[in-house]
């Protein structure tokens, strides 16, 4: 149909929206809004660590320093869930998968990606910020 996947998902709320015959009012007082621009801060600032090339320059370190995919993926497994603890681990996930991406120009890439969903998963259980549920859950029960 030649749509975005933000215009089919505002379709489908304005459907849902009109279908549910609840007021727009009523139905926006229940969205977690602190929720929601929390995470869209993060991708933006994930974005600008992209565009401004620090991800790629990290990579580049690690390229130099690393000599196997072992090492690499011991790195990548506790990077990610240190730093999943302290940020978002979805967000975090989105700034390392250009990283990962370089890293697969030089060594097997596989092993890679499955030490970043471990660490990351791992490490977004260890603090209330590191999972979107966690700050989900926080928001509502704060109400």
């Known amino acids: 149909m030649g749509l975005e996947p933000a215009e089919v998902a505002l379709i489908g709320a304005a459907i849902l929206l009109f279908w549910s015959r609840q007021s727009p009012e009523e139905i926006f007082?229940?969205?977690?809004?602190?929720?929601?621009?929390?995470?869209?801060?993060?991708?933006?600032?994930v974005g600008a660590l992209v565009e401004t090339g620090v991800i790629s320059s990290i990579a580049s370190v690690m390229v130099e320093n690393v000599s196997s995919t072992g090492e690499a993926m011991f790195i990548v497994v506790w990077f990610a869930a240190?730093?999943?603890a302290i940020v978002d681990n979805i967000p975090l996930t989105a700034a390392m998968i250009p990283l990962i991406h370089d890293l697969g120009a030089t060594m097997d890439v596989y092993p890679l990606w499955w030490s970043l969903a471990l660490g990351?998963?791992?490490g977004g259980n260890g603090t209330a910020i590191g999972a979107s549920a966690n700050v989900v859950v926080?928001?509502?029960?704060?109400r």
Request: proline content about 4%.
């Open 82 to 84: 240190i730093a999943s």
């Open 120 to 122: 990351a998963c791992l």
């Open 29 to 45: 007082e229940k969205v977690e809004w602190p929720a929601l621009f929390f995470f869209g801060g993060l991708f933006v600032i």
């Open 138 to 142: 926080i928001g509502i029960a704060e």
